[in-house]
């Protein structure tokens, strides 16, 4: 084990990625979340991660010194155009736009138009939370998952996060995928040869299945029955038609990869200014949400992302710990760049 | 039984509600609201609500000639004061101002103030969707429900709706509680002595229960678990503290009737314009959206809101049926007005 700063960490990942040849502001805003990931002990958005990047770059699905470019119509609803390129720094490039507008307006949207978006939204909505403002973030990513009553996939796990501000604490977020479960824990299932937990998936023919190889070959389920089939339906339309952006079976056709590289699509956020919002109430918006967050912990139960702050906080404090078989494939990454790979 | 076309029970129900004191543009957009859930066989929203709105008028919390006020500061975030009035005048005095500002800004948001919210939140996107327009809607209730990992009452049973356009169809709606049931149907369990489904609620203590007095007595669930416990907070934030309106708990201590009269708070809709969001895209956003539900209903699976819209269709064309009690009931309402309560 070894255990390393947060700050040598993003340097180390910043320069893997200026390796593979991305610009380093793409590098280092790819890097960021990344880190970030694996600071919060999110170990699924973390170092794991860079792997996938890499592969894709390689593939020629992600454009590495991709240029984002804002197009600003003055009105609320502001685009950003990823070319190809990650999310990240697209989203960087947009942010004070997003914030200058919001505080105008009062509600403003950013469009991110053809990303590579593998990174929890939560580094987002947690951006827009510490300028003041509340947001909603969504995104398609592949169709693994049908619809409530249907039998095939054509739905991705559409994620969804949100984020609201706080006085003197960590923003108040959420950020999970609409299905059920992640398609990697059905993976860890098959490898470890042990069964699904009902509900997760079904079959090809679109019964349930407790069964990996069966589910894998089927589709996974939303979260919450049809209710939350409806969400990640919401998801689709509003991340991506109405973007006229890819939805997630379009975005799986365009990669051709059975999902092993990264999807490409479109991504929103909309971001509200809640000084905006409540100024003729003569309340403050702020408090008003303490009073209910504080007695949600009063009553023991825990905030969504409690977890991520306090490994947060003990990172910052002690560094991130990272295995020997981890830190060796940042020494095979940053020595060999994309040959790395092979 | 008896037939009445949806236009006669209309003219039905706004005579009852002039007659216990409300202006006549207000009578009228309660009693299309309360009708066309009849329409749709959304009985849970249909004419049983017209005792409860009454009971609240005649408790004094609901102001009957309450007259909306538009307060539209002419950028993204448009209100409206409804003065202790039914939510439902109110959402419509403001909707063209609201259709108008999302055509021009591409998102837009209606803030109403106050308000008397009973009503499905299916009426207002399907309205907006009518214009075109894709809207979210949500508002608090009355705190009746747990948050995850909880033990007490504190979050609504907060109703979210979504509308998205399509061309030559019904639109593609979604509205529901993101309580697991509504606490109607656990009052029903408690009448016919029937243990609850598991997962619908926790006693005083926290513990699951399946009595309904037992869950009466310490709250509901939300549902979909983590994931519907952080929408429904959200939901929370998005509508109530965000506004400087009345959250669910407070709006329950306001009433301090015990949630047996209409809550009162705020509500908010957002408003989004396609044409504007794809723009740039060159795709046709409505187009796009077709190709996820065509695919969807090809697969066998049900669209929410599917089974209202042919209810709709058949009240339409034959006519609603209502039972001997439900007519004698409204013969009651309108002869006597609130002193049928009595």
Not at 318 to 324: K, S
Not at 332 to 339: D, I, S, V
């Amino acid at each position: 084990m070894t255990t390393i700063s947060v700050t040598d960490l993003h340097d180390r990942v910043t320069r893997i990625f200026t390796g593979a040849g991305l610009t380093p502001q793409n590098a280092a805003s790819v890097a960021t979340v990344i880190v970030n990931g694996e600071r919060d002990h999110c170990k699924s958005h973390g170092i794991y991660r860079i792997e996938g990047c890499l592969r894709t770059v390689q593939a020629g699905l992600a454009v590495p010194d991709a240029q984002p470019e804002l197009h600003d119509s003055g009105k609320a609803v502001i685009e950003v155009e990823a070319h190809g390129g990650f999310a990240n720094p697209a989203f960087d490039h947009a942010k004070d736009a997003l914030v200058a507008r919001a505080k105008e307006t009062g509600i403003a949207a950013l469009v991110i138009r053809d990303c590579l978006h593998f990174s929890a939204l939560w580094h987002e909505v947690e951006l827009l939370a510490a300028e003041g403002l509340a947001s909603l973030s969504m995104c398609p990513s592949y169709a693994f998952v049908a619809p409530a009553g249907g039998t095939e996939p054509l739905l991705g796990t559409n994620p969804m996060a949100f984020g609201y501000p706080r006085q003197g604490e960590n923003p108040y977020v959420y950020d999970f995928a609409t299905s059920v479960a992640a398609r990697g824990e059905i993976e860890l299932h098959r490898r470890a040869g042990t069964p699904l937990p009902k509900g997760w998936a079904v079959d090809k023919d679109g019964n349930p299945t407790t069964d990996p190889e069966a589910a894998l070959d089927g589709a996974m389920l939303p979260f919450g029955g049809h209710k939350g089939s409806a969400i990640s339906t919401m998801i689709e339309l509003m991340a991506g038609a109405m973007l006229g952006e890819r939805m997630s079976k379009e975005a799986l056709e365009f990669t051709g990869a059975n999902g092993t590289l990264l999807p490409r699509h479109g991504a929103l956020v909309i971001a509200m200014d809640p000084a905006v919002f409540a100024a003729r109430s003569g309340r403050d918006p702020i408090d008003e949400g303490e009073r209910l967050l504080s007695a949600i912990g009063a009553q023991g139960a825990r905030l969504p992302s409690q977890r991520r702050f306090e490994a947060r906080e003990k990172s910052l404090a002690e560094g991130i710990t990272l295995t020997d078989a981890e830190v060796a494939q940042l020494d095979r990454f940053e020595a060999q760049g994309l040959a790395a790979l092979d």
